[in-house]
């Protein structure tokens, strides 16, 4: 145990310390271990905060397969998605969108995303719905519903709308609300909506 705890010590020193070579190697290290790098993931959510634009995603990567494996990284990938850091914030949201169904108890933390001040974040929150909904009925429910949301700013609804015609034929259920969008919006709105539903109506 103690020669693991060791390894997982060094992976970490290299992902904080060593060159984004090293970093982004470490962080692909810690990740193929599985639940066997629980302990790690903590670190890792304050890593994502490194300037290293590979890096950061080796770590999202890394986050998302401990998460799947251990339900209780999830916490620190929901405790991430609220850090003052934006890097953290985006980085934890990505990696919950690439555990896809799994991470389908987070929905409504990740929509309270929609309204973070960042719009990358926003991005992120908008992208790890969709990937998530491509499994979840939970998750596109969500994303439908609160395409109605006249709280969110255009951009924020032009994202959603997008991500529903993403989901193809597994999004038909917006086709309502998406109709609704083409006769009301502003133009760029409406375009995204049009796009949407030959999308989502396309043969499977």
Request: proline share 4%.
């Amino acid at each position: 145990m103690a020669r693991s705890e060791n390894s997982i010590d060094s992976l970490l020193m290299d992902v904080e310390k060593g060159t984004p070579e090293q970093a982004r190697a470490a962080a692909i290290t810690l990740g193929s271990m599985g639940a066997g790098a629980e302990e790690a993931a903590p670190d890792l959510v304050d890593h994502l905060a490194l300037p290293y634009g590979t890096v950061t995603w080796a770590i999202v990567e890394a986050l998302a397969a401990i998460a799947s494996a251990d339900e209780q990284v999830v916490d620190d990938l929901l405790d991430g998605i609220q850090d003052p850091d934006e890097n953290i914030r985006w980085g934890s949201a990505r990696a919950l969108g690439l555990m896809g169904k799994a991470a389908e108890d987070t929905v409504e933390e990740l929509y309270k995303l929609l309204r973070d001040p960042k719009g990358a974040v926003c991005w992120a929150a908008i992208r790890a719905l969709e990937q998530i909904a491509a499994e979840s009925d939970k998750a596109l429910k969500c994303l439908i519903g609160h395409l109605q949301d006249t709280e969110h700013n255009e951009h924020i609804l032009w994202g959603i709308t997008t991500a529903l015609g993403r989901l193809g034929p597994r999004a038909k259920p917006a086709e309502g609300i998406l109709t609704k969008l083409v006769d009301e919006a502003n133009r760029s709105l409406r375009w995204a909506a049009v796009e949407s539903l030959q999308r989502i109506r396309r043969p499977d």
